[in-house]
């Protein structure tokens, strides 16, 4: 089975500053590796995905994450954040065990960006 | 772009009823999902369906619990008889042949009081 750790329940950070979201997960087969963003009483929004190929993805809104095997990690990084980024932002994985890929999320980050 | 459509938005129940959360996937998708996330918590994985038939479902999804695509374009889920901890964000998704990401709808909110 999978499962996925978000390190940080709860990141403050200001406005135009750097920000990294740390997840890491564990699995004993391949997966694939996803972050969403979720929006105050709204649906998940893909941010990004990893399937295979470059480590390193580029998602929307200025979002990237890299995909570490050695570590089992998926960390979510934007260089500069703005106010509009505030929102709960979940990692997750699907992997094949049963040939359904369910997807598994971590318990979410809460991005706070202050003026 | 085609998305993942689901009705009701929010649906306000009494402990006991039963209750049908519709989704419509995306049409040429074939693999289909039912999430859970109570307030404040993580999303959750109920069940998957492929091939009109269950292939996985979690422990949360007991008895009480039902899907079905009773043709060829809806995906239901059915609470048979409603608890007050069965109020929560009910999400559906879908996704195609390979083993991309699954497309979310906006979700049911479902209060049960």
């Known amino acids: 089975a999978q499962s996925v750790t978000q390190l940080d329940s709860q990141v403050p950070v200001f406005e135009e500053a750097p920000v990294e979201l740390r997840c890491n997960y564990s699995?004993?087969?391949?997966?694939?590796l996803f972050w969403y963003v979720q929006y105050p009483n709204q649906g998940l929004q893909l941010l990004l995905k990893?399937?295979?190929?470059?480590?390193l993805v580029k998602g929307i809104n200025g979002f990237e994450a890299e995909f570490n095997k050695s570590q089992t990690s998926f960390h979510l990084r934007k260089p500069s954040v703005h106010i509009s980024d505030t929102a709960e932002y979940f990692c997750?994985?699907?992997?094949?065990?049963?040939?359904?890929?369910?997807?598994?999320f971590g318990a979410g980050t809460r991005l706070f960006v202050k003026a | 772009e085609p998305e993942v459509t689901q009705t009701p938005s929010h649906q306000v129940t009494q402990m006991g009823q039963e209750v049908i959360l519709r989704c419509v996937p995306i049409?040429?998708?074939?693999?289909f999902y039912w999430y859970r996330q109570i307030l404040g918590q993580k999303v959750e994985f109920l069940v998957s369906?492929?091939?009109?038939?269950?292939?996985?479902k979690s422990e949360i999804f007991d008895d009480q619990f039902s899907v079905e695509r009773p043709d060829g374009s809806n995906f239901t889920l059915k609470i048979r008889s409603t608890k007050l901890e069965d109020s929560a964000m009910y999400f559906c998704?879908?996704?195609?042949?390979?083993?991309?990401?699954?497309?979310f709808g906006p979700g049911t909110r479902l209060t049960v009081t």
């Open positions: 990893y399937l295979s190929g470059s480590t």
């Open positions: 369906f492929y091939n009109n038939e269950i292939s996985e």
């Open positions: 997750a994985v699907s992997a094949d065990h049963t040939g359904g890929f369910k997807t598994i």
């Open positions: 998704a879908s996704r195609g042949t390979g083993p991309y990401e699954q497309y």
């Open positions: 699995s004993s087969v391949s997966v694939y």
């Open positions: 049409s040429n998708h074939l693999y």
